[in-house]
């Protein structure tokens, strides 16, 4: 006679696992980093390329030093995406071994340090990203022009592998300000944002070329939500954050503060709200607690840009909520069906 | 203590088992916050031998006329005249290594390290015992200091001895070796994270080469980590 296995309830089953979640976000990441390679030149596509396979081998590597299965741990992809988050924060013109510091920090001391994934406080790729910014101020301030042409791929390749541009081109010919570079610049010459705003660095919705890239983002991010692959409350609370200061105060004072549209669609606004701050690891868990979350991160986005000294402040934000997260964990548990109100 | 421990198990102990910075963990206010070059460490470690060394020798020798009731005030006493000591001869020969340690030379009272000894060791001993490990103690902070310090010099500067004439006068400006070009630093490294998790990464390749030494596999022996 047939044994048949009975197995305990629930007995419908999704076919989801971390491999097939970090596949569809890299495949949602795609259009962006094709847009953003045409908008800002080769470096986009070349930063990937490099991040994810240093990613890889610096993952192997710890995954060696630890004593863990090597080749089945990398088959969950969760390397490749760090590694290809990591670059789309960094400026497409960077030389490799900043781009490999970046990883080895965000893999093996954001990550493996603290027990491998899922055991990692904070986001590895912003981790990664914000000891370069600290680190190499020069290089990470250096973005392709935001009103010129994307630089040729000639160019962008010699920086990329040698740290030097060829004879023919002057660095300062194909970098210049991103939108919120200029904006912060053209406010603290006392320019008031009407002024600043009919310039070429903003578009219809937001800084120039990077209000396209947003879009990207912000399509992939709700193809993402579409698959219930990320939550709603995150995004959604972290784009509230940001718009609910800005449009006080761009009412209050709309000389002195650019409105919501502008800090939706520059910067790197879609990026963090849909795949930087949904990481799944080191963000809040609870229903409550993602909305909390998402909305802290939202105004510490629009209190550093607005007043603090760095141009676009997504990895610092991040950085800070997963610092908070165990505290809003903690305090926004569900309750327990049919347990007494607290 | 009444046993006097044999000179070659002083050293060693001071030197590597009992090293002060990598495994007593003791006075890193000072080592994380001073080390951001070679010379730096040497400067800071050679004050801090010189107080240790002077307090052992004092503690140890006045033991006996000291009443345990008022010990600790009395180890203090001696510390900070010693330490203002170093002061006003940093200040007096080497005014630039004197600026760049800052506040963390009067600090040296504070170090931990310094009363542990005379509490632990020196005024249970003769002279020459608390001598010795005074020496050896003072000898392997120094050694920390110094390798963290080159080690972010190296990284954060890409510099080794790159500030010798404040320790050495203008003689020893020739000393320095620049290895990176201009700019290129890891800034991290100079900064107080980088001293952090350099010292953490000189303490996990000493407990790495332990371990190697005692024959164990890291994985095996470290606590807490789950079967490969």
């Known amino acids: 006679m047939r044994q048949f296995e009975l197995a305990p309830a629930p007995h419908t089953h999704v076919a989801r696992d971390v491999t097939r979640v970090m596949r569809q976000v890299l495949l949602a990441l795609l259009p962006s980093v094709l847009l953003a390679s045409l908008l800002l030149g080769i470096g986009a596509l070349l930063n990937l390329l490099l991040a994810i396979g240093f990613a890889v081998l610096v993952e192997a590597y710890c995954l060696r030093l630890r004593g863990r299965p090597v080749w089945s741990t990398l088959q969950d992809g969760s390397a490749v995406v760090s590694g290809a988050l990591l670059a789309m924060a960094l400026p497409p013109l960077l030389p490799w071994w900043i781009t490999l510091c970046g990883v080895i920090v965000a893999i093996a001391l954001g990550k493996h340090l603290y027990g491998g994934l899922g055991m990692n406080p904070f986001n590895p790729a912003m981790l990664g990203y914000v000891v370069l910014i600290v680190s190499f101020p020069v290089f990470m301030t250096r973005w392709p022009d935001a009103v010129a042409p994307a630089p040729g791929p000639w160019p962008v390749l010699h920086y990329t592998l040698t740290g030097t541009l060829p004879a023919s081109t002057q660095l300062d010919a194909i970098t210049g300000a991103t939108p919120l570079d200029h904006l912060r610049n053209q406010l603290r010459l006392a320019w008031t944002w009407s002024e600043i705003r009919a310039g070429v660095y903003y578009g219809p919705l937001g800084g120039a070329k990077w209000q396209w890239l947003n879009l990207a983002w912000l399509a992939g991010g709700l193809w993402l939500m579409s698959r219930r692959i990320v939550r709603w409350q995150i995004p959604v609370a972290l784009l509230a954050g940001l718009t609910l200061p800005s449009l006080v105060c761009t009412l209050v004072a709309p000389d002195r503060f650019p409105g919501p549209m502008l800090h939706l669609f520059s910067g790197a606004t879609m990026l963090g709200a849909f795949f930087i701050a949904t990481d799944p690891v080191s963000a809040s868990t609870t229903p409550r607690g993602r909305l909390i979350y998402g909305f802290g991160i939202g105004v510490l986005l629009w209190l550093i840009r607005s007043f603090g000294s760095y141009p676009d402040a997504v990895a610092f934000s991040v950085l800070l909520m997963n610092l908070a997260v165990p505290l809003i964990d903690r305090h926004t548990l569900p309750r327990r069906y049919g347990a007494p109100r607290a | ?228």
Do not use: K
């Open chain 2, 1 to 228: 203590m009444s046993a006097t421990p044999p000179t070659a198990s002083l050293l060693r102990e001071g030197l590597w088992h009992q090293n002060p910075a990598l495994v007593q963990l003791l006075g890193l206010c000072p080592l994380l916050a001073v080390s951001t070059s070679a010379i730096n460490g040497v400067g800071l470690g050679l004050a801090t031998l010189f107080v240790l060394l002077g307090s052992s020798l004092a503690v140890s020798a006045s033991r006996q006329w000291v009443a345990r009731e008022i010990r600790l005030p009395v180890f203090v006493l001696i510390i900070a005249t010693l330490v203002t000591m170093v002061e006003l001869l940093l200040r007096a020969y080497t005014p630039g290594l004197f600026r760049a340690l800052g506040i963390f030379v009067p600090l040296i009272v504070t170090n931990c390290l310094i009363l542990g000894r005379a509490e632990a060791f020196a005024s249970r001993v003769g002279w020459r015992p608390a001598a010795l490990d005074a020496l050896a103690m003072g000898l392997g902070f120094m050694l920390v200091l110094v390798v963290l310090g080159a080690l972010r010099e190296l990284v954060g500067a890409g510099t080794l001895l790159g500030d010798a004439e404040r320790l050495f006068g203008p003689g020893g400006r020739g000393l320095g070796v620049h290895l990176l070009p201009g700019d290129a630093g890891f800034l991290l490294a100079l900064l107080p994270p980088g001293a952090f998790i350099g010292l953490g990464l000189l303490i996990a390749l000493r407990n790495h080469y332990r371990l190697r030494r005692a024959g164990a596999a890291p994985a095996e022996a470290l606590p807490g980590a789950a079967p490969a």
